[in-house]
């Protein structure tokens, strides 16, 4: 475990912070203070600590009324707090099997682990219905760190945002893996899901739309 790590779990309301700032990308002192539950006093000291190990930075935003306000996000040395998966030796492995067997092999390499994925959590939504379904996929992406949020926009559709991609430097290199994702959540949930975003094409977020076939049908 590196050290980036190592202070990404020893330090609670400092991690709180990060996790927020990965989430939101960019928040105000007020808004910290608000979610923590603490003074803004307690939040600039924690942002003085982080700003000082180099995970945060500030910008001034200029509001309608009132003095400029600072908000802060996260720098490129915070991003290895977060679940990557060993994604650089992930690459250098997928790459090496392209160089070997060919790109055909490679897009089998994906599937056979949408299979294994397919296999494991058809087990646990069996007997589900379309909602409790949703929110187990939602589940099983927060286990795997993908930092998901899930929202209800009306009965029979869904939007799943994912603010962290454990494998997207593996992603940008070979979109496989982000087509195959879209396929296992469609099987998962048996629904249509559109990727309306996505980290691995430049976009903040992965971002899906989760609509169930019945509404689809009757729409």
Known sequence: MNRHAVYFQEQEKRREILVLLKKRRS???????????IT?????KH?????????IESRIVRQRTGRPAYVYHLTNTA???FPRHYSDLAT????GIQDLYG???????FEKRKGRMLQTYREIMRGQGFDQRV????????????????????DGL???????????????????ACQCELSLFESLVDAHVERTSCMAEGQVKCRYLIKDKLSHEES
């Open 27 to 37: 928040v105000s002192v007020q808004e910290l203070s608000k979610h923590l539950g």
């Open 40 to 44: 803004k006093v307690a939040v600039r």
């Open 47 to 55: 942002l003085d600590v982080l700003h000082r190990e180099r995970y």
């Open 79 to 81: 991003e290895q707090l």
């Open 92 to 95: 250098e492995m997928v790459a």
């Open 103 to 109: 790109e055909t092999f490679v897009d089998q390499l």
């Open 135 to 154: 929110k187990t996929l939602a589940s099983i992406q927060k286990e795997e760190g993908y930092m998901p949020h899930l929202e209800k926009i009306r």
């Open 158 to 176: 869904y939007t799943l945002e994912e603010a962290n991609c454990p494998l997207l430097q593996v992603a940008i290199g070979y979109r496989q």
